[in-house]
């Protein structure tokens, strides 16, 4: 079972910013199936980025994401004050595993 | 817009069998494979199980494969888990969530309720 390692656990930040998140696989992602979410409190998550690097629906495109292979990244380029939450990586296909996620909290 | 609406949580006693649901809309139900997705209390997210779109093909988690079984009436567009044999650690949010693409579970989840908590404890 492929194992995703978040980093760092926490983050702080200036909105304003830019947030680089990593999610590191323990095996190789077939076909870069990685997904990203963000959580806020009380709230369901809600997809970011699919295939590694493709941006759901209504995205803001200051959301990317990029990587391949074992390493992947999530970069918001501009905090937002509406970012500020939670954020799990997801490898899906044959399997189905979370990362723990890394907390985005205003400095 | 896809629409879930999870119901049926509730407090059970360690050992003690509970069915949670899930209503979809908006969508075409039976196109899509859907999820089950658990979160502990502070904690992260947790897969749990998946069903086709036809409801043939069924996948579970280690830690709750033998004591749950999910399935789905597509007449109501409706989701359910029946959970046995529930410890403490199977206390959680459970959220349903819509797979990505198609009938095949093994995409990105697009859409999700808003969870529903089971709590396992005397």
């Known amino acids: 079972e492929i194992v995703l390692t978040q980093s760092p656990g926490t983050l702080s930040l200036f909105p304003g910013q830019r947030a680089t998140l990593s999610c590191r696989a323990s095996q190789t992602v077939p076909s870069n199936y990685l997904a990203w979410y963000q959580q806020k409190p009380g709230q369901a998550p809600r997809l970011l980025i699919y295939?590694?690097?493709s941006r759901a629906t209504g995205i803001p495109d200051r959301f990317s994401g990029s990587g391949s292979g074992t390493d992947f990244t999530l970069t918001i380029s501009r905090l937002e004050p509406e970012d500020f939450a939670v954020y799990f990586c997801?490898?899906?296909?044959?399997?189905?595993?979370f990362g723990r996620g890394t907390k985005v909290e205003i400095k | 817009e896809p629409q879930l609406l999870e119901s049926g949580g509730d407090v059970v006693q360690p050992g003690g069998s509970l069915t949670i649901s899930c209503a979809g809309s908006?969508?075409?139900?039976?196109?899509?494979?859907m999820n089950w997705v658990r979160q502990a209390p502070g904690k992260g997210l947790e897969w749990v199980a998946a069903i086709s779109g036809s409801g043939g093909t069924k996948n579970y988690a280690d830690s709750v494969r033998g004591r749950f079984a999910i399935s789905a009436d597509f007449s109501k567009n409706t989701l359910y888990l029946q959970m046995n044999n529930l410890r403490a650690d199977d206390t959680a949010l459970y959220f349903c969530?819509?797979?990505?693409?198609?009938?095949?579970?093994?995409?990105?989840?697009?859409?999700w309720g808003q969870g529903t908590m089971v709590t396992v404890s005397s």
């Open positions: 908006g969508f075409a139900f039976s196109s899509f494979a």
């Open positions: 295939g590694a690097s």
């Open positions: 997801h490898r899906y296909g044959t399997s189905q595993t």
């Open positions: 969530a819509k797979d990505f693409v198609g009938p095949y579970p093994n995409d990105a989840f697009d859409f």
